[in-house]
């Protein structure tokens, strides 16, 4: 299962919040905050699915 | 329609004295199976092959075909199956090109070849959500299960659909019918959606090799070190040094992508900062500033001198790259 972390932005370098996904494979993508882009979207529904009530 | 519209449409729809060869008719990107920029060899591999195309069974491996392949064209898509599995590959159009095929009958068509001799599939899906992920939930429009042998037939199996009008994003589905046993094959290429009732001749959507290209790398291109010449080491973008441990650079893309990319570098590519005539390695990578038209990179190392001009580098092996996905 991938791996999630948000990297903070740098308002002095103009830079926002970009997500860190590590692959099982070991690779890492750098995901940007955009809610049209699908890496985003499936980043967003892991949240949602892991913030859910346990029933 | 006057005499010389309508002569012209019926030779271009039976190849005649007309070039049928119509840029845009085509919706089904890299159909002729042109452009792999993923590589060509893909091990049981669920996810992207050939660009534009997603292999959505276990079991299967995906490689670039060159003898198995319709007149006329220079590659297909082989899937074989490494233990029982029903090979298929699907592709997602977005919302901008789909919409205008919503309410219209549509013919979808395409050269398909099975070891076994067993059919194969041809079904479209549509969704009524704006630019539906490739991998989401899709209802489909109708499903065929067509005869094909070994060989590759000398006109495309075919199915027609009539989309619905509330069709976003439709997707194309194609492959075996049903399961394969280990060690079978099924190869295809000359892929087309069109409007219509009939197969017309193929035509690459973008119209010419470089425009099937730049239609690709909307969705996804890789900047390879092993396209690099003459050096051991290839380019990526000149930079600047911000601190004595990191370096960045702004590179742009080659076309504009559909959305702002996610970014990543091979699991195992050897990242090299060049900085007051020095590399910096091993060098983490991060990406960030990421738009449709360029990123910001930057590489962490220790040992820089601030506020000097530099390089970021990368090996040339084949685990070298840095890959930009923009996919539905």
Redesign the interface.
Known sequence: MSKYEI?K?NPD????D?V??T?E????????T?P???????YLATLAANSAPQG | MSRAQLTSTVEQNTGGAVAPWVGGKNAAINGGADIWQRGTTFTNTVGYTADRWYQGAGNVTTTQETTLVPTGFRYSVKGTTTATSQPYWFQAIETAESQRFAGKTVTLSYYAATSDSSNVLLRLDYSTSV?N??VGTYTSIGSSSVAATSSMPSTPQTATFVVPSTAKTLRIVIGAAGNQSTGATTTFSGVQLEVGSVATPFSRAGGTLQGELSLCQRYYWRLNGTDVTGSTIANICTGYI?SSSAISGVYPFPVQM???????????TNFIGLGGGSFHYPST??????SKTNA?ISLTASGYTAYQAGALLMGSTSADYLEH????
Request: aromatic fraction near 10%; charge should be negative; charged fraction near 15%.
């Open positions: 990297i932005g370098q103009f830079t926002k970009i860190k996904r692959d494979n070991g690779q890492v993508w750098f995901i940007p955009d049209a882009n699908s890496d985003y979207q499936a | 630019d992920s490739a911000g559909r959305v702002a990319p996610s970014i990543a570098g091979g699991a195992s990578f991060s990406a960030q500033g990421v910001i996905s923009a996919e539905l």
